[in-house]
């Protein structure tokens, strides 16, 4: 309803190999810190490798544990659980 085409991948690897076979153009890239097979801060690192500067953001209820160095590059935004819509925007 905002605009915005949306892929979907079962977990973080999967996320990774998505963005790397297509999705470079994607952004932003929304991530859950605890996925599976691949920590949402690990798949974001990847990403990264791939498309600096891609605008991400990270989601977990578990705390802002993200790895600080990704977060400090500017890209990469965190936003604990619960939120709502408006926080997203």
Do not use: W
């Amino acid at each position: 309803s905002r605009g915005y085409d949306v892929l979907m991948a079962k977990n973080g690897a999967d996320a990774v190999s998505l963005f790397q076979h297509g999705g470079q153009g994607l952004d932003p890239v929304l991530l859950d810190e605890n996925m599976p097979r691949m920590l949402g801060s690990q798949a974001a690192s990847e990403i990264l490798k791939i498309a600096p500067g891609t605008r991400i953001l990270i989601m977990s209820g578990y705390g802002t544990h993200v790895r600080p160095n990704l977060v400090g590059q500017g890209c990469v935004r965190f936003l604990g659980k619960p939120y709502n819509l408006q926080d997203l925007f």
